[in-house]
């Protein structure tokens, strides 16, 4: 019997009664995933209703489906079904759904109230996909205000519990410590020197010829390093015997159950995460790990997420180590070497901390969230994240500022609705719904595909390849992905014959990938009700839907000669050379690149770009393009001037002719250039400088005064008092600083500054010494030992509240002493320095 009956009372008594939150810990192959909705189904916990499990994914929905309908002997689609994407099987008569999250999600946006559901399962909830965090948020709140019949359950092998428990509370936590057999750990000796499926494949050997037991499992991060895999232990006549499997979500169905099925004859599966903790494969004796997981990060040059390749974090490793002791002690064998292990991090951070959030900030409006800062997350996303996710929305017209009472919220628009219906990333659902329009989908949904990977052509290539891309392709000036639709387009009719490509230059992998992802995005497209007719495809349409889908990323040129450009949001950049688009003015990029070249100095470069026609963002974005004075500080004549002129997102789209400069906008400009220290003030002294920081001093030390300080802000505006009235550098050069600055106080608030942080303090000899105040600090006063002979008292400032730090000096200036304790000088030190001084500098006084 498996391990998830020895609890099967307690999950029972947990999920009865109202509201119920229930945290399930158990290890992998206990009968999480295909017991526990069976149980509560044949308890009647679950009413009239329906049982959803929710996993993170689409692979292990339908097995797991499968397997539980096998178990009560029935076809899927029966009591038992499943829902992923772009796949359903269920009938009126299923009770128990396996779903992925963003399917639940949608499901939402239907019905809110998720009526016909009574219990959530959230499985492999350690893996905190974006969706899944998302979605226990949306049901606890739903729990919570009008479904407390809807019943929670969170499971998984490994969960940090302590969050959950917080973020559940109050909730019953249920764990099984289920049976794990020991599994011996070995790590290479040295670094790995060739590619990782070669190793792989080299372990396996040694094992096989060892004569091994059971069957092995190798953890590779994707199908491409899966197929190398395969290939690589074919390669050995070992494996003549050995039934080998590839397991992972891009394969039919067909090869998927073969990989998980008993064999007569040894067996080894090669896998991507999915083997983790989502499946349970029996007979596992060994397993061999790369060490390495695919995964979507943020990528800040394309402006949505990326798939990368990096190390498991030591959490995975254990779990992906557990795979092999699940019946027997077992081995696994890590492809890395154990000091390389310490680099590793030691969990991997919650996609919501990863990757990019303007798919899910519109999920999120769309079911009715206005402000994701209030949101109870179940971890809060980064603010830099968040922010770029809203500019992104606003900028692609899905959600606009209103005023709901004394706040301003952000509403999905109509545009916004109709995105929501495309699971894609914003960008290509906005970019889709405007090919709708133009009936051009097929080719934007090529393109959209396009954008999501490499580009298409290898960049170096020699002059043959050159010479036959221009007789195929021919020229093209107006978009780079033009072109690579025309590429994309020869080839795929050549049904991505090798050297076809390889005369043009073509990445064959990426082709093949572009080719199933647009087949996707059109089917997509189509589901969403939009017409897929396309007899007379326009080409200007075509950019139009380019322009729409990265609307944040539209750029002028400066003039024809350069690549420079400015960008909308005041951004700027550079044309990357060897774009095609060579005469534009106006482009959009779909790539952009920020590289650090000198600290502090970004290098923004703009690639794979598409020219515009100015007169489109009119067109496209009525309402945005402005008419607006702009004006700016113009250094070589160092006068500030004004244009008037059309403005699309702070970029100048066209201009006509000059205008008179708003004076305290142009004082605005004035004081910046100085207070960047690019226009000097003659009359701004030291002297002016140490008044700020006496009366920055005192309003620290003297609260009571209620004096304000000058801080950056206060410094501009005393500034742009300064520079009022004037529009260049040769008015203000000379005009009056102190005045201003000093104007800042009051006349009694002036004179009690002098009292009490005086510019001077005066030693009992009648000298007038210059005191040094530095803000956060004490005031320093450095003064002779003759000047102070007849000072008894360390000196004080602000009423006594105030000690100075004195700096006492030998008659060359030199200091002898850095002190707060004057009469602590007299009576010790003195006593010691003075013959060595005296005799050092018998002219002067030595008392
Ligand atoms: P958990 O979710 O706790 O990891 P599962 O419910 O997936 O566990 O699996 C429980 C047990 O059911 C496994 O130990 C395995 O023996 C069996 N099992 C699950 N799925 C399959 C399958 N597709 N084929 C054969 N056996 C399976
Ligand atoms: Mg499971």
Redesign the pocket.
């Known amino acids: 019997m ?1 391990p ?1 009956y020895d609890i099967q009372n307690q999950l029972l008594v947990a999920f009865e009664g109202d509201s119920s939150r229930v945290v399930i810990e ?10 526990v909705p069976q149980m509560l189904l044949d308890a009647g916990l679950a009413g009239e209703g329906q049982i959803v499990v929710l996993q993170p994914r689409r692979l292990a929905a339908r ?2 489906a ?2 539980v309908a096998e178990e009560r002997e029935e076809r899927t689609g029966q009591t038992v079904g499943y829902e992923v994407r772009f796949e359903r099987c269920v009938s009126k008569s299923t009770r128990i759904r396996y779903i992925t999250e963003g399917v639940l999600l949608r499901a939402m946006l239907e019905d809110p109230r998720l009526s016909n559901i009574s219990v959530i399962l959230f ?1 492999e909830f350690h893996e905190r996909h974006l969706y899944g965090d998302l979605s226990l948020a949306m049901v606890k709140q739903l729990q919570q205000e009008s479904r407390p019949d809807l019943k929670i359950g969170v499971m998984s ?1 490994t969960l940090q519990s302590d969050l959950l428990n917080d973020y559940l509370a109050p909730c019953v936590e249920v764990n099984s410590e289920g049976r794990m057999f020991p599994v011996e750990v070995e790590y290479l000796s040295k670094a790995p020197r060739g590619d990782v499926w070669d190793e792989a494949a080299a372990a396996w050997k040694k094992c096989a010829q060892q004569g091994l037991e059971g069957d092995v499992l190798i953890f590779m991060p994707g199908s491409y390093e899966i197929d190398r895999t395969l290939r690589a232990i074919e390669n050995w006549q070992e494996s003549r015997n050995w039934e080998q499997h590839a397991l992972h979500a891009e394969l039919p169905p067909e090869r998927q159950d073969a990989a ?1 099925k008993s064999y007569d004859r040894q067996k080894v599966i090669v896998s991507t995460n999915v083997a983790e ?1 989502s ?2 494969i ?1 007979g596992i004796r060994t397993v061999i790990d790369s060490g390495l997981v695919r995964q979507a990060r943020f990528d800040p040059n394309r402006g949505f997420d990326a798939l990368t390749i990096d190390k498991i974090s030591h959490a995975s490793a254990e779990q992906r180590q557990g795979r092999a002791g ?1 019946t027997a002690p077992g081995r696994c064998i890590r492809l890395w070497t154990e000091a390389d292990h310490r680099s590793h991090p030691a969990a991997t951070a919650p996609e919501i901390k990863r990757v990019d959030l303007a798919e899910v900030l519109l999920t999120l409006h769309g079911l009715g969230v206005e402000d994701p800062r209030a949101f109870d997350w179940v971890e809060a996303p980064l603010e830099k994240s968040l922010a770029r996710a809203e500019q992104l929305l606003s900028d692609l017209g899905a959600i606009t500022e209103v005023s709901s009472g004394q706040r301003v919220v952000s509403r999905l628009t109509e545009t916004g609705k109709r995105m929501l219906r495309f699971p894609v990333h914003p960008r290509f659902s906005r970019m889709l719904i405007e090919a709708g329009e133009r009936k051009c989908v097929q080719p934007v949904a090529i393109i959209a595909a396009l954008c999501q990977g490499k580009p298409l052509m290898i960049r170096k290539v020699d002059k043959r390849v050159v010479e036959r891309r221009d007789d195929v392709l021919g020229e093209e000036t107006l978009s780079d992905f033009s072109r690579e639709l025309r590429a994309f387009e020869y080839v795929r009719n050549k049904k991505f014959h090798a050297p076809t490509c390889r005369e043009l230059g073509i990445h064959i992998a990426t082709a093949r990938q572009t080719e199933r992802l647009a087949v996707r995005l059109i089917r997509q497209a189509e589901s969403a009700g939009l017409s897929l007719e396309d007899t007379s495809v326009s080409e200007a349409d075509i950019r139009k839907c380019m322009l729409v889908g990265f609307a944040d990323q539209v750029a002028r040129r400066k003039d024809g000669g350069t690549l420079r450009c400015e960008l909308v949001h005041r951004r700027r950049g550079e044309i990357e050379r060897g774009s095609l688009v060579r005469d534009a003015t106006f482009v959009v990029a779909a790539e952009i690149t920020e590289v650090e070249k000198t600290k502090g100095n970004l290098d923004v470069l703009l690639r794979r770009l598409t020219a515009v026609d100015p007169a489109w963002l009119t067109e496209l974005f009525p309402g945005e393009c402005v008419s607006q004075d702009q004006m700016f500080f113009d250094a070589s004549t160092r006068r500030v001037l004004a244009t008037r002129g059309t403005v699309f997102r702070e970029l100048v789209v066209e201009s006509s002719g000059a205008a008179d400069p708003d004076p305290s906008e142009a004082a605005r400009l004035l004081a910046e250039q100085v207070l960047a220290g690019k226009l000097v003030l003659k009359q701004w002294t030291d002297a002016v400088d140490q008044w700020i920081v006496r009366l920055n001093c005192l309003a620290e030390w003297y609260p009571e005064a209620e004096l304000t300080a000058i801080d950056t802000d206060a410094k501009q505006s005393l500034v742009e008092q300064i520079c009022f009235g004037a529009f260049s550098y040769k008015e203000i050069k000379d005009r009056q600083v102190m005045p201003v600055v000093k104007s800042w106080l009051s006349e009694p608030q002036q004179i009690l500054l002098e009292q009490m942080v005086p510019e001077r303090y005066r030693t009992p000899d009648g000298k007038h010494l210059k005191l040094r105040y530095q803000e956060g600090k004490p005031p320093v006063l450095a003064a002779k030992i003759q000047n102070l002979y007849d000072m008894q008292a360390h000196p004080v400032l602000v009423n006594g509240n105030i000690s100075v730090v004195l700096e006492i000096l030998a008659p060359n200036f030199r200091p002898i002493q850095v002190t707060q304790d004057l009469p602590g000088f007299w009576q010790d030190t003195y006593h010691k320095i003075k013959p060595e001084l005296a005799r050092r500098y018998p002219k002067h006084e030595w008392r």
């Not at 158990?26 to 017991?35: F, M, W």
């Open positions: 498996l998830i158990a290890p992998t192959g206990s009968g999480k995933s295909t017991q097995v797991l499968n397997r499985d092998a998980l903790t499946l349970t029996n699940r």
